[in-house]
């Protein structure tokens, strides 16, 4: 009876112990075949560029084939529902962006929640934003424009790329430190609305720096602040908008997540080379071109980083009473 009661006992613990050992060994050799990367925008956008980017030197790097599956709609949460969902063995990467941490505001009936359900890898990096106005705004300074509002509450439009989108919840951040009315016109993107900031039409915007340099080096369009923290080196002379409005950050920003309970082993091998490749000079001078600024760091930095943001926007989102189309 002794013996045989061994047997099942040796049996469970062999039971609850394969699991375990069938994941380290995965994680061991990781990765054995081709890795789909998420991207929850259309081919040709930047986060599809970037994450091609990406794929291509960590197929290189890592001799397996890193396969980049778009995936867009409904403000890329129909990708990022799949990403999350998917298997948790380091085959299936989510290119997370910004609107993650928007959308679990603006979104309060999503089918998956993306801090419980996907493990962060790495920082990709971030993209500033800028404020340009039509150069017959008689304003030159944030503070100007500030004090211009106050004195004409409702009488200046400003532009959104649509609902939730970076552009959007940075004007909405904007109206909401400095206590002002602006009138919010929601366009589908951002290029479409450019025609209507250069005729007058429109006042204000905040736009992409990439994007939005082109016009600021004409004159057609005025910049008054860049969005991150500190000053960008290629506007050296544009204030941040800190400077005005102390706290005030809003950048986009890319980074790689793995749905939960994908192996500790891996997600550690996939930050380092993702690490060794944000500094490989070709990879640094593309994505700068990009207008895609430092990333990198820890998972762990990297979760601390979409709470914060995820938080930021939540308020923000409230303020504004923002719904999602």
Not at 30 to 58: E, F, M
Not at 154 to 172: H, Q, R
Not at 186 to 214: C, K, N
Not at 296 to 302: Q, Y
Request: glycine share 8%; net charge positive.
């Amino acid at each position: 009876m002794n013996q045989v009661r061994r047997q099942i006992w040796q049996f469970a613990i062999g039971a609850v112990a394969l699991p375990l050992i069938s994941r380290v060994a995965a994680a061991q050799n990781y990765p054995s075949r081709p890795v789909h990367v998420v991207v929850t925008v259309p081919a040709g956008g930047s986060p599809d560029i970037v994450a091609r980017l990406l794929g291509q030197w960590l197929s290189e790097r890592l001799a397996q084939p890193f396969v980049i599956e778009n995936r867009s709609g409904a403000s890329a949460n129909i990708g990022t529902e799949f990403a999350v969902r998917a298997a948790a063995d380091g085959y299936t990467l989510l290119m997370a962006m910004s609107a993650n941490a928007i959308n679990a505001a603006l979104y309060p009936n999503l089918n998956y929640n993306f801090i419980r359900d996907a493990a962060p890898v790495a920082l990709i990096g971030g993209i500033p934003l800028v404020l340009i106005a039509n150069p017959q705004l008689p304003v030159k300074t944030v503070p100007e424009l500030i004090a211009y509002a106050k004195a004409n509450p409702g009488k200046i439009n400003m532009a959104t790329a649509g609902k939730g989108t970076p552009l959007d919840v940075a004007g909405e951040l904007f109206k909401m430190m400095a206590a002002i009315d602006l009138v919010s016109v929601t366009y589908q993107g951002e290029s479409p609305a450019i025609p209507d900031l250069l005729s007058g039409q429109l006042q204000i915007m905040f736009g992409v720096l990439p994007a939005s340099l082109g016009y600021i080096r004409s004159g057609r369009l005025r910049v008054l602040a860049v969005t991150s923290a500190a000053r960008q080196e290629v506007l050296p002379d544009v204030p941040a908008m800190g400077e005005f409005l102390p706290g005030f950050d809003a950048v986009g920003w890319y980074g790689v997540a793995v749905p939960k309970n994908t192996p500790p082993d891996v997600i550690d091998l996939l930050n380092k080379q993702i690490n060794e490749a944000l500094r490989d000079p070709d990879v640094k001078k593309r994505l700068a071109e990009l207008g895609v600024g430092p990333g990198g760091g820890s998972p762990s930095a990297f979760a601390a980083f979409i709470a914060a943001e995820t938080e930021k926007w939540a308020k923000v989102v409230k303020f504004a009473g923002s719904k999602a189309n």
